[in-house]
């Protein structure tokens, strides 16, 4: 399992961003996927998850309440990539922003072995 992030950078405000995750080494198409982030002094903090190719269930986005409405999750299964775009950015989505192999939700995330090295998204003015 390969999962490489990009995208990352200093944004101001209120901008916005879209990060990309490339995939390899398993059937992307078929699992779950998830965004996680981590910022500085805390613990590693769910954001987003879009279900695998499973009937008809396929392509559910779930987000947390701290990025609902303002962050879209979706992916390209003809790329094997999944993407996370962020709008109207605030100083505290700041983080290092990880992919991860599996879903995730508020009360949980994906096993770390499972995740990329990750892409800092720093929000400033």
């Known amino acids: 399992v390969q999962l490489v992030e990009s995208g990352g950078g200093l944004v101001q405000p209120g901008d916005s961003l879209t990060l990309s995750c490339a995939a390899s080494?398993?059937?992307?198409?078929?699992?779950?996927m998830t965004w996680a982030r981590q910022s500085p002094g805390k613990g590693p903090e769910w954001v987003a998850s879009i279900t695998g190719l499973v009937d008809s269930d396929s392509n559910v986005p779930s987000y947390a309440d701290s990025v609902k409405g303002r962050f879209t999750i979706y992916r390209d299964n003809s790329k094997n990539r999944l993407y996370l775009q962020m709008a109207s950015l605030k100083p505290d989505d700041t983080a290092m922003y990880y992919c991860a192999r599996g879903r995730g939700s508020f009360s949980g995330l994906p096993p770390r072995n499972y995740w990329g090295q990750g892409t800092q998204v720093t929000v400033s003015s």
């Open positions: 080494g398993f059937a992307f198409r078929f699992y779950d």
